[in-house]
């Protein structure tokens, strides 16, 4: 039973990291969350996000039923409480994909079982490039994209970790290093239980 919440910025590496991780452990549960915006090229719904349209999404959140949400560059992103309830009863650890609003409202709610991973870019050129090399997003967007960035890299302080994402293998190493960790972490009347019953 325990959490890892990742952030950074769009472009950073943080889908392909986790894609990876998940092909070789069907004991995670990966956070998809919600969106209003529309569906990128290859995106499917389900696997990538949800999407639903802004005045689904603002019903949802008067019902009670997001863990956190935000508004992100016009659109609305989301995590749905259940799905998540239901991963921690299983066992399973959950990974979230969240900016850092969504952090700091899940820290609120499961701070003794969540770890938590910044990842970016060695430097804003780089991100940049990626952005750009990615090509599905209008040059605006990018430009927007790195404003936000910069504004995410005041706060990563708060994080358990920091993983500069320059070499995708080591990176990779790392990361699966910091999933076993957060596996490990354990909640102060988990290990209160264990040592009453030693």
């Given at each position: 039973?325990?959490?890892?919440?990742?952030?950074?910025?769009?472009?950073?590496?943080?889908?392909?990291?986790?894609?990876?991780?998940?092909?070789?452990?069907?004991?995670?549960?990966?956070?998809?969350?919600?969106?209003?915006?529309?569906?990128?090229?290859?995106e499917k719904e389900g696997k990538d996000y949800y999407y639903i349209s802004k005045e689904q999404f603002q019903k949802e959140i008067a019902e009670g039923l997001f863990l956190e949400w935000a508004e992100v560059h016009g659109n609305y992103y989301g995590t749905s409480i259940k799905p998540i309830e239901d991963a921690l009863k299983n066992?399973?650890?959950?990974?979230?994909?969240?900016?850092?609003?969504?952090?700091?409202?899940?820290?609120?709610?499961?701070?003794?079982?969540?770890?938590?991973?910044?990842?970016?870019?060695?430097?804003?050129?780089?991100?940049?490039?990626?952005?750009?090399?990615?090509?599905?997003?209008?040059?605006?967007?990018?430009?927007?994209?790195?404003?936000?960035?910069?504004?995410?890299?005041?706060?990563?302080?708060?994080?358990?970790?920091?993983?500069?994402?320059?070499?995708?293998?080591?990176?990779?190493?790392?990361?699966?290093?910091?999933?076993?960790?957060?596996?490990?972490?354990?909640?102060?009347?988990?290990?209160?239980?264990?040592?009453?019953?030693?």
């Open positions: 039973m325990a959490l890892l919440v990742l952030s950074g910025p769009s472009g950073c590496g943080k889908s392909s990291l986790v894609n990876e991780v998940l092909k070789e452990n069907d004991d995670i549960y990966f956070s998809i969350s919600t969106t209003t915006r529309n569906p990128r090229e290859g066992g399973k650890l959950v990974i979230f994909d969240i900016d850092v609003q969504g952090h700091k409202i899940v820290k609120k709610r499961y701070a003794s079982i969540m770890t938590s991973l910044f990842i970016t870019t060695p430097n804003q050129n780089i991100l940049k490039e990626r952005l750009i090399n990615r090509a599905t997003d209008k040059i605006e967007t990018i430009e927007n994209r790195l404003i936000n960035a910069k504004s995410e890299m005041a706060r990563i302080g708060e994080y358990d970790y920091l993983l500069v994402n320059d070499d995708f293998k080591l990176s990779l190493e790392s990361f699966e290093s910091i999933v076993k960790v957060a596996r490990l972490k354990q909640t102060k009347e988990k290990i209160e239980q264990f040592r009453v019953g030693w």
